[in-house]
Every structure is written in C-alpha cells, then in structure tokens.
C-alpha cells in the first residue's frame, strides 16, 4: 500500500521559509517522479512542481521558480520543498504525489499539509 506523508506546514510571515516534506513507502521511491501541488481555499489544485525519479529533472511552475527549491533523498524515500520569501497568495494545503516514468498522470497523493502566509 503506497502512503505519502506530508510534514512541514504551519504559520509563518511573509519574507519567510519553510520547508515541507513528504516520506513515501510502498513504492520503489526512485523510479517514481514526486510532484508538489498545491490548493487555496476557493481555487483549483495547481502544479507547484516536480522532480524526476531516474533522471532527476527539476521543473517549476512560473509562479514559485526562484522561491521554491525541490530536492529529494532517495535513501530516506523523501522528497522536500524548500520555500522561501513567501508570499499571501502562497497560503494553500500543499499535496506532494507520486507516479511512474510510465504514467501520464499522477497517481497517489499525500493527506496534504496546510501553509498560511500572514502579512
């Protein structure tokens, strides 16, 4: 059974950090590409970025590249999301997921863990 387990949220200022981490079990952690996505109350789930299992490839969406860094640990099962110089419209429950180099889609998703960004 494939679990995702975020950690790492909570309440922080703007011009803060934080960093968020998933642990995996039940899959073979580094065949799989960890996705990080993200939702604000009121809005659709968006893409936040992602990193490649085997070929290790970083992609980020526009709105958090040079803020968000992800990295991930391929002896602890555990992908991470450095966030820094965070901004209000960050807050959102953050969801780390996980699919094969096969799939076009992503198939397990974490409980989520919630970020707010007070001013």
């Known amino acids: 059974q494939v679990q995702l387990v975020e950690s790492g949220g909570g309440l922080v200022q703007a011009g803060g950090s934080l960093r968020l981490s998933c642990a995996a079990s039940g899959l073979t952690f580094s065949d799989n590409d960890m996705g990080w996505f993200r939702q604000a109350p009121g809005k659709e789930r968006e893409f936040v970025g992602r990193?490649?299992?085997?070929?290790?490839?970083?992609v980020y969406a526009a709105s958090v590249k040079g803020r968000f860094t992800i990295s991930r640990d391929n002896a602890k099962n555990t992908v991470y999301l450095q966030m820094n110089s965070l901004k209000r419209e960050d807050t959102a429950v953050y969801y780390c997921?996980?699919?094969?180099?096969?799939?076009?889609?992503?198939?397990?998703w974490g409980q989520g863990t919630q970020v707010t960004v007070s001013s």
């Open positions: 997921s996980a699919r094969r180099a096969i799939m076009l889609t992503y198939e397990y």
């Open positions: 990193i490649g299992g085997t070929s290790g490839v970083i």
